[in-house]
């Protein structure tokens, strides 16, 4: 079983800067996917940006150029580091691993609480 906490969300300015962070705790071994994903008001859920052990990542088109994320050195941890932030990135940001392990012998994925964004404009 894994918990997931996210941190670092808040109210920002549009254009301003933001790093949210994920701590992974509840297990023992490293995680080789974590990924961030947000659901603004009124809509669904969407995938952000995700990372592998490996260091292979992906982005939505949306956050292409802006957004980087980094996977911790113990790989239990993730960050998200927004800049050029616009009032469409307003959303419940959450963290979550798909991490094969995981996947293979519980069935599921792991969420966390979500965290608020909010970008003024």
Do not use: N
Request: aromatic share 8%; with cysteine.
């Amino acid at each position: 079983q894994v918990q997931l906490e996210e941190s670092g969300g808040g109210l920002v300015q549009a254009g301003g800067s933001l790093t949210l962070s994920c701590v992974a705790s509840g297990s023992t071994f490293t995680l080789d996917h974590m990924a961030w994903y947000r659901q603004p008001p009124g809509k669904q859920r969407e995938l952000v940006a995700e990372v592998t052990s490996g260091g292979e990542t992906k982005y939505a088109e949306s956050v292409k150029g802006r957004f980087a994320i980094s996977m911790g050195r113990g790989q239990r941890s993730v960050a998200l580091q927004m800049r050029s932030l616009k009032p469409e990135d307003t959303a419940v940001y959450y963290c979550k691993t798909d991490d094969p392990y995981l996947l293979a012998t519980t069935g599921r994925g792991y969420w966390g609480q979500g965290t608020q964004v909010t970008v003024a404009s």
